[in-house]
Nanobody, 126 residues
């Protein structure tokens, strides 16, 4: 099994920047990663997709963060990052990383599975 450990959240003023990290821990044996993503959930709001990047594909972003956020993967470090620039108060939320993967047995795909980070708080305020 894989555990995702998040870090990098905190308090920042509007216009500031933060970089979130999500590192995979444990053995990825028997898992094929299909997509990595960042979600966020603000108080009283539903969880929403912020950015994702399919394996071997191009990154996608919510309109609200386009041109401000960048999702980056580092396969060698088993880590996915979210660089957040020009932060706005409406970006305040708990941010969760997500890995959508396929479980395999002897190389055969048997089921999909989603791994989630524990969440990290991002607060944008003056």
């Amino acid at each position: 099994q894989v555990q995702l450990v998040e870090s990098g959240g905190g308090l920042v003023q509007p216009g500031g920047s933060l970089k979130l990290s999500c590192a995979a821990r444990g053995s990825p044996f028997g898992i094929k990663i299909k997509k990595m993503a960042w979600y966020r959930q603000a108080p009283g709001k539903e969880r929403e997709l912020v950015a994702d990047i399919p394996s071997g594909g191009e990154a996608n972003y919510a309109d609200s963060v386009k041109d401000r956020f960048t999702i980056v993967t580092d396969i060698a470090k088993n880590t996915v990052y979210l660089q957040m620039n020009s932060l706005k108060p409406e970006d305040t939320a708990v941010y969760y990383c997500n890995v959508h993967a396929l479980a395999t047995v002897r190389g055969v795909v048997v089921s999909p599975h989603d791994y989630w980070g524990q969440g990290t708080q991002v607060t944008v305020s003056s």
